[in-house]
């Protein structure tokens, strides 16, 4: 299994810092636009997507709904589900 790619692997790729691909990824207004489009095409290219797992850990929020229902076997909640 390989490894997935980060916004390390990407910070290196570019030979700029972890805190410049995070900020251009999350559209930080202060990172010019061609730096933002090399991180962009260089997260493309190594195939880059976010880990929502660690996401959810930084923001405090899963964006996760639960849902408690008497029976799925009913066609009514199977449906909602």
Known sequence: MSKK??????????????????RALSGFPAISDTTRQAVFE??????????????ALKSGRTY???????SVQSHFFASII
């Open 5 to 22: 790619t980060t916004i390390y692997d990407i910070a290196k790729e570019l030979n700029v810092t972890v805190s410049t691909v995070s």
């Open 42 to 55: 260089a997260a493309k290219r190594l195939n880059y997507s976010p880990n929502k797992l660690a996401s």
């Open 64 to 70: 996760i709904i639960g849902v408690i229902v008497p």
